[in-house]
């Protein structure tokens, strides 16, 4: 059977090994080439076993891909993005220079699968979400699409990853003595970059909310668990009601009779979800628990997820359930 080559730009950092790994694995596609300016040259093996050879980016064959990842840093990859489309690719670019909320946005489609998919299999451009709003916003959407959340009302979210969600890159705060038996909560007072991009989508929907949002580093290699404080505009009878209808026929989201676990969901490229009402307090009040994969589902797998659509492919190819 004839694969569709593709090629991955930031190959060496967590999200760029991830895709590598899986387009490797994948039934319909091939490897065309990976790059990663500081290893290139370098051979790396991949998880399932399979090696890649790096080259620079600047050597990169953009021409011989039918579609381009871009794992380049932020600030970086648009650059790369352009290249990628002048030479004929279609790209799904991982880093935050053209998602909503962002300065360049410029209407490029969202890819948040689950919520854009229509936008997704024809766009040339998909800007794939960070890992955080990943989590928050399949947690909100069946609520934002009906018009529950209070006016007015404050939808706190704590949320924490762990340590591959900060990059490759050493830095003292992340070394293991710093980080195992640890705990703590990082970009607080409402100021991390993720922010934006959740209140984009949230406004995309009317919402008169405000989100006050509070990341914090586990001491694990990966996986996300949101837990979200929302007021709504009356208490429902069936708490899970909403989330059991939207996403009845989705794939790659899970409803959980019980709180999700990171365990769940590592290395899978599911979302896990489960609500509650929230008791003693005046205002009917929801809380929302969502569980990712953040390599997975909060990046590579949902960009998997996202190039797809956009060849014509089974959503579910490759990916791992």
Request: charged fraction near 20%; aromatic fraction near 6%.
């Amino acid at each position: 059977m004839h694969k569709i080559p593709i090629g991955v730009l930031g190959a060496s950092g967590y999200a760029g090994r991830e895709l590598c790994g899986l387009v490797s694995g994948h039934p319909r596609l091939e490897l065309a080439f990976a790059t990663a300016n500081a290893q290139s040259g370098t051979t790396a093996e991949l998880r399932g076993g399979q090696r890649v050879t790096f080259v620079s980016t600047e050597d990169a064959p953009l021409g011989d891909a039918a579609l381009v990842f871009s794992s380049l840093p932020h600030g970086a990859s648009k650059e790369w993005v352009n290249r990628s489309v002048a030479a004929g690719a279609r790209v799904v670019d991982l880093s935050n220079d053209l998602r909503i909320g962002s300065d360049s946005a410029s209407g490029i489609p969202y890819g948040l699968t689950e919520a854009r998919r229509d936008q997704i299999r024809d766009a040339t451009v998909v800007a794939n979400p960070g890992c955080y709003p990943t989590a928050v916003l399949l947690g909100l959407l069946p609520l934002l699409e009906r018009g529950l959340l209070a006016p007015g009302a404050t939808v706190s979210i704590s949320a924490a990853s762990g340590v591959t969600g900060a990059g490759l890159a050493p830095r003292l705060d992340l070394l293991f003595g710093e980080v195992t038996e640890n705990f703590r909560a990082y970009g607080a007072g409402n100021t991390h970059r993720h922010t934006n991009e959740m209140r984009a989508m949230v406004a995309e929907f009317g919402a008169d909310v405000d989100l006050l949002f509070t990341p914090h580093l586990l001491p694990v290699a990966r996986g996300i668990l949101a837990t979200m404080s929302v007021p709504l505009t009356g208490a429902l009878s069936d708490a899970m009601e909403p989330w059991r209808s939207r996403y009845a026929n989705e794939p790659f989201v899970e409803l959980s009779d019980a709180l999700p676990e990171l365990r769940q969901v590592a290395y899978r490229n599911v979302a896990r979800i489960h609500v509650l009402p929230a008791e003693h307090v005046r205002t009917p009040t929801l809380l929302v628990f969502s569980a990712i994969d953040n390599l997975v589902k909060g990046a590579a797998g949902q960009a998997l997820q996202n190039a797809n659509l956009m060849l014509g492919l089974d959503e579910r190819a490759g990916l791992p359930l």
